[in-house]
């Protein structure tokens, strides 16, 4: 078996055991500052979906739900914590103030819709909860632009997902592909990482 194949009947069977409640924490997790990608959940979703093991519109019922619940909880860190919450704890998220910077002129630039474009943005979506906590946006209008943007979003990458499964045989024929680029990324990653450590410490032994 290779990495690509593991992993999909891993992260599969981590969403089958814990079901729509998993789906709920996973996004939560996904809109708030959490390194959870929606990418990396809604489509096993779907995997299951086309086994016939959940079912399509109570998939997207409750990762829209779990939408609401982690921009509410970013939103109220943006109100009553803003950019130090960003500042004390993004370094373990991976995030820094240079996102949040993006994402504040962002959120300026296309005002309330922000909500609903920065669904189908990568780090974007992460953050623009925050922003708009800052700027107290209208209650209403926040959850209502969460709601249809996370909304379509999960629909669109649980029906990606059913497609997916629905041609797997095709798609593991070059699963051994996929696998390099994988490894090769995951190693781009980890260099990445070890490269900002350096460049962070030597300031300090400078001093």
Same mark, same amino acid.
């Given at each position: ?19 729509y ?41 409750? *990762?829209?739900?779990?939408? +609401?619940?982690?921009? $509410? =909880? !970013?939103?109220? #860190? &943006? ?36 909500i609903?474009? *920065?669904?189908?943005?990568? +780090?974007?979506?992460? $953050? =623009? !909860?925050?922003? #708009? &906590? ?6 209403k ?32 024929q ?7 680029? $994988? =490894? ?24």
């Amino acid at each position: 078996m290779g990495l690509t194949e593991f992993i999909v009947n891993h992260a599969t069977l981590i969403i089958e055991k814990t079901s729509y409640l998993g789906i709920t924490i996973l996004m939560t997790l996904e809109s708030m500052i959490m390194p959870v990608p929606s990418e990396a959940v809604m489509p096993f979703a779907g995997f299951l979906l086309y086994e016939h093991k959940l079912t399509f519109w109570t998939i997207v019922l409750f *990762s829209t739900l779990g939408s +609401i619940i982690g921009s $509410l =909880i !970013s939103y109220y #860190a &943006g109100a009553y914590g803003g950019r130090p919450f960003v500042r004390k704890f993004g370094k373990y998220l991976l995030l820094n103030e240079h996102h949040l910077d993006k994402t504040e002129a962002f959120f300026a630039k296309y005002g309330d819709k922000t909500i609903f474009i *920065s669904r189908f943005i990568p +780090i974007v979506r992460h $953050l =623009i !909860s925050i922003p #708009a &906590g800052v700027g107290r946006m209208n209650m209403k209008k926040f959850i209502l632009y969460t709601i249809v943007g996370a909304g379509l979003w999960n629909a669109f990458l649980t029906w990606l997902g059913y497609r997916l499964k629905e041609n797997w045989e095709t798609i593991r024929q070059y699963t051994e592909i996929v696998d390099i680029i $994988l =490894i090769i990324g995951i190693i781009a990653v980890i260099v990445w990482f070890f490269i900002r450590l350096r460049r962070k410490k030597l300031p300090s032994q400078d001093n």
